[in-house]
């Protein structure tokens, strides 16, 4: 079964809880990085890895690649999910970024989520 949306709560620690259909998903690790608006980006690892990094390959004299390479990689994290409890711990930063404080939702767009704060997703 694909999850297409979930809602969370991170806990004290910042960190996000996985639904259970997902964790296999996330098996390989997670990336999480800022999003295009005031949202973050989450990526199973493996797709990071094939699709993303291959997608910011190009001439150093594009403009467009190097855009995107500073918007990806600033402030990108890489970690492992907790395959017993399912988490993964949101750097601050990466918070501050997308404004969120403990209540996330999260909206599937392909190949990764966008996580963004409860209070300001639109997703009706």
Known sequence: MQVDYFERKLDDKRRLTMPAELREEFASGVVLTRGFGKYLHLYPRRVWDKEVESALQ???LDERIADLNVKFRR???ASTLDQ???RVTVEQHLLDYAGIDREIVAVRAGAYFRVMAADVADVD
């Open 75 to 77: 402030g990108k994290t």
């Open 58 to 60: 190009g001439s150093i």
């Open 84 to 86: 017993k409890q399912g």
